[in-house]
């Protein structure tokens, strides 16, 4: 036994020995990576892709997506691999996913990124206004569509009646639980269709009734008595059910009208 054990010690010292295990020992440690390697690359995955080409602004059914097995090496960039985050969803507004093309993230979108998406979401009856605003008016890029807002004026009310009362400066609610449908840049493009982007606020839309158009319009106009119109974020949205856009101020209201035209049509 002590023999067999000394020419084990004796064949392992060896230094010819050393080398063919070691050699045969790399051999199996390339072979079994190579392996993995392939394995690895040719494992397919199941992922969605279009069934027919989608245009920019359509919305994305599921009639229209198939599934189809591809090698990892395909999935570079932001494609989607998962159908259930694609349905009901739209294509961007300067996009379009060709027939049988992937689905990437950038062309996928929520319907308020859409850029044209508020003038196919608003109550009949309503009419659509647009309201220039800024990063301040905005609050720091905070107004979301689907936020609240109050409107409120600012104006000089001027005293006319030959007396020499000084002008005083008129400050109320005006409008309150508008809802903002869209909010968008110099270009028109929504602020919030891609966060990886710095896009200024230009313009806020929104929809109020009629009368309450003519009467932001009027206000709007009103250059001699120096009115403002500034938005004021509200916490409405977080209710429930928000309540609907109603006048907050009969005076304001007054105010505007008495300093203003009648046309027919108002009289009527």
């Known amino acids: 036994m002590s023999n067999l054990i000394v020419g084990i010690k004796k064949f392992?010292?060896?230094k010819n020995t050393v080398t063919v295990v070691g050699v045969l020992a790399a051999v199996v440690v390339l072979y079994i990576g190579y392996n993995w390697r392939i394995k690895t690359t040719l494992q397919t995955r199941v992922?969605?892709?279009?069934?027919?080409?989608?245009?920019?602004?359509?919305?994305?059914?599921?009639?229209?997506i198939g599934t189809?097995?591809?090698v990892p090496a395909l999935l570079q960039g932001d494609v989607i691999l998962d159908a259930a985050s694609i349905v009901d969803k739209y294509v961007s507004s300067d996009g379009v996913i060709p027939k049988g093309s992937?689905?990437?993230?950038?062309?996928?979108?929520?319907k308020e990124q859409l850029a044209s998406s508020f003038i196919m979401d608003y109550p009949e009856g309503y009419v659509l206004y647009n309201f220039a605003i800024n990063?301040?008016?905005?609050y720091g890029n905070s107004m979301y569509p689907g936020n609240y807002i109050d409107i409120y004026l600012?104006?000089?009310?001027?005293?006319?009646?030959?007396?020499n009362e000084p002008d005083k400066i008129m400050v109320g609610k005006l409008l309150e639980n508008v809802k903002i449908l869209a909010v968008l840049d110099s270009n028109?493009?929504?602020?919030?269709?891609?966060?990886?982007?710095?896009?200024?606020?230009?313009?806020?839309?929104?929809?109020v009734p009629?009368?309450?158009?003519?009467?932001?319009?009027k206000a709007s106009y009103l250059r001699a008595y120096e009115t403002t119109l500034i938005p004021v974020p509200t916490a409405e949205s977080m209710k429930e059910e928000p309540g609907e856009v109603a006048l907050s101020s009969t005076d304001l209201k007054d105010f505007i009208n008495r300093v203003t035209v009648w046309t027919e049509e108002n009289t009527q």
């Open 154 to 163: 600012k104006a000089i009310n001027r005293i006319d009646d030959g007396s």
């Open 102 to 110: 992937l689905f990437y993230s950038r062309c996928v979108v929520e």
């Open 188 to 207: 028109g493009d929504p602020v919030f269709a891609n966060l990886e982007e710095k896009r200024s606020p230009a313009l806020m839309i929104f929809a």
């Open 47 to 64: 992922v969605p892709y279009a069934k027919e080409t989608i245009t920019a602004g359509e919305q994305i059914t599921p009639d229209m």
């Open 12 to 14: 392992l010292t060896n």
């Open 210 to 217: 009629e009368e309450y158009h003519i009467l932001l319009r």
């Open 68 to 70: 189809m097995e591809v």
């Open 135 to 138: 990063t301040e008016l905005s």
